[in-house]
């Protein structure tokens, strides 16, 4: 119904296909719920077009965005973070991403993962969000968990290994 109010009385069904196709951002974030409950405060930006970027990579998927932090999973073959000036990386993709879609952040990597590794990994975009995460990583307070493939069946049905990991 905003959305109706909000562009003339256009029809439900045109309301739905600008929720549907990306057009509407509630906060900065998308929006695509016909029932979304909006509360006072908050900001709507309502386009009749489709958006111009819409995130395509096959090293990177956004599972989580808000204005403080992305949550990405990060495909094997792609460095977390450039060891070297100018290299391909996932810093390098979500700095693009951010320009294209005119966000006023920079991608903040707070852990990493090998290049042959994937998972999940959780940037931050401002530098009170990366202060934030840097200081739970360095205190531990939070959790990581690994899976590991193996070659074989192990021996037993679950053990510890408490050693660095080596290459």
Known sequence: PFVMQCLDGISRSKAKAILAGGGVRVNQKNV?????????GMVVEISKHKPRTQF???FVKIVYE???IIVIEKNIGILSMASTQGQFCVKTILDDYFRKTRQKCTAHVVHRLDRDTSGVLIIAKTTEAAAHL???FAQRTT????????DGVPKLAAAKIDLPIGR
């Open 143 to 150: 959790k990581k968990t690994y899976l590991a493939v193996t």
């Open 66 to 68: 808000d204005a403080q």
């Open 32 to 40: 695509s719920q016909h029932d979304f409950e909006l509360r006072p």
């Open 56 to 58: 395509q990579s096959k």
């Open 134 to 136: 840097q200081r739970q």
